[in-house]
């Protein structure tokens, strides 16, 4: 009676592992389809902001220690650079001084440069719409907040401009941790054939970066 019933516990178990297994190879074939894109992909996202309008208005959302910020300002020239960030939620120290005071300590100085500590969503009120020439997002990277983030600086950013930002790629497989903390692709995927858009630039990187021309 036991064995008969360890039989079928077994059975049992072993056909919803191979439903399981089925299914995230689903998921997977899913994610690995082709992705076309206007231009040849890209090698770094260096590169890729190379290609974005020079002596710009800029926003970074997203900021952390502000390294990128640095290339962004090095690479474009930008007319302003507007760097947002609420940092209080993943404030690391680095000899002594916090990630936000390191932004500080950076770009306090340059008057092309605004730091703003604030939350996605609050910063983008204090702009009115069709102001940034592009914007750049690497902030949560979870499905809500990449969709929230995309949606809140869209009617910010002018004709022809682009929406622009890190992290498109697939961490892992379902049901893995990093799998559901990073889900920009299903975000940035479903923002682009809302508004019958299409991926301007993609960089072929572990973690690749995009570019979204606006068109209104």
Same mark, same amino acid.
């Given at each position: ?18 439903? =399981? ?5 689903? *998921? ?19 590169? /890729?902001?190379?290609? /974005? ?29 507007? /760097? ?15 990630? @936000? ?8 100085? *340059? ?18 719409? *069709? ?8 902030? *949560?990277?979870? @499905? ?5 983030? /995309? ?21 892992? =497989? ?28 993609? =960089? ?13």
């Amino acid at each position: 009676m036991i064995t008969h019933l360890f039989l079928i516990a077994f059975l049992f178990t072993f056909d919803l592992f191979c439903e =399981t297994v089925e299914r995230t190879k689903s *998921n997977i074939d899913h994610w690995k389809q082709a992705i076309t894109t206007p231009s040849p992909w890209l090698k770094s996202r260096e590169q /890729l902001i190379s290609l /974005l309008p020079k002596e710009a208005v800029v926003a970074e959302i997203g900021v952390l220690r502000g390294d990128f910020s640095s290339q962004i300002l090095e690479l474009t020239k930008p007319e302003h650079l507007f /760097l947002i960030d609420c940092w209080d939620l993943c404030d690391f120290f680095e000899a002594g001084l916090s990630d @936000y005071q390191l932004v500080v300590s950076k770009f306090d100085n *340059n008057p092309k440069v605004s730091i703003i500590k604030n939350t996605s969503s609050e910063a983008a009120k204090n702009f009115p719409d *069709n102001y940034f020439d592009w914007v750049y997002i690497d902030a *949560n990277h979870s @499905y809500d907040a990449v969709k929230n983030d /995309l949606e809140t600086w869209f009617p910010k950013v002018k004709n022809g401009g682009f929406i622009s930002g890190h992290d498109y790629f697939v961490p892992g =497989t379902p049901g893995t941790p990093n799998y559901y903390s990073y889900l920009v692709v299903p975000a940035v995927n479903e923002f682009v054939a809302k508004y019958n858009l299409e991926i301007t630039y993609l =960089t072929n990187e572990p973690i690749a970066s995009y570019a979204i021309q606006i068109r209104k």
